[in-house]
Nanobody, 126 residues
């Protein structure tokens, strides 16, 4: 089970930290990612941590502003979001891969992830 939290309303240029709490899964055995979905748009990749490595991946629009990290001891994944923009407004979802080891390109696809949290709303006002 994945549970996302930390969303809210923030002004343009502000910061938020999202938390994904993982239970019922062997945390270290899964790759983790954050996706987002804005109203009327498809779910899109934001950031990922590849299973078994410290490698991180980001979509171009958030590079240098967002940071994904994990706390193995507490089975949590974080998304630190700085310099937020109105176009970052969306519901943010955390996701976990299955027990396999997907290739890097697969992390960008929602279909790679069988486990999803419920989503947390981030609203950035201009």
């Amino acid at each position: 089970q994945l549970q996302a939290s930390g969303g809210g309303l923030v002004q343009d240029g502000g910061s938020l930290r999202l938390t994904c709490s993982v239970s019922g899964l062997p945390f270290s055995a899964h790759g983790m990612a954050w996706f987002r979905q804005a109203p009327g748009k498809e779910r899109e990749f934001v950031a990922a941590l590849r299973k078994g490595t410290s490698s991180t991946y980001y979509t171009g629009s958030v590079k240098g502003r967002f940071t994904i990290s994990r706390d193995v001891d507490n089975s949590r994944v974080y998304l630190q979001m700085n310099s937020l923009r109105p176009e970052d407004t969306a519901v943010y979802y955390c996701a976990a891969t299955g027990m396999g080891n997907p290739i890097i390109s697969a992390y960008y696809r929602p279909s790679t992830f069988p486990y999803w949290g419920q989503g947390t709303l981030v609203t950035v006002s201009s």
